[in-house]
């Protein structure tokens, strides 16, 4: 399975910005999509979540401000961020994995194909 992000930028504090992620390859082994986020000096941290039922998990910091969704048709899954604030300046990595019950859908360990990244800037 290969990731490749895209939709990243500069935007100003309060901005808007969608980020889009396209899956290629066997998409079979995937029913789980995330995204991360990594700023430099500090670890990687989920952002979203989308479980193979549709449900959305966010980070509390971007609760309220954050949207994932995902084009099934397309094996792209977005992430729709607005009222962007300067801390949320990072690389943003999208990821899949296979659904496992009682794991934690934002534990970056739990994933397994990974994308290249793309950075966001706030300032």
């Known amino acids: 399975v290969q990731l490749v992000e895209s939709g990243g930028g500069s935007v100003q504090p309060g901005g808007t910005l969608r980020l889009s992620c396209v899956a290629s390859?066997?998409?079979?082994?995937?029913?789980?999509w995330g995204w991360f986020r990594q700023a430099p000096g500090k670890e990687r941290e989920g952002v979203a979540s989308l479980d193979t039922g549709g449900t959305p998990k966010y980070a509390d910091a971007v609760k309220g401000r954050f949207t994932i969704s995902e084009d099934t048709a397309k094996n792209t899954v977005y992430l729709q961020m607005s009222s962007l604030k300067p801390e949320d300046t990072a690389m943003y990595y999208c990821a899949a994995r296979r659904f496992r019950a009682g794991t934690y859908p934002l534990d970056a360990n739990q994933y397994n194909y990974w994308g290249q990244g793309t950075q966001v800037t706030v300032s």
């Open positions: 390859g066997d998409t079979a082994s995937y029913n789980v």
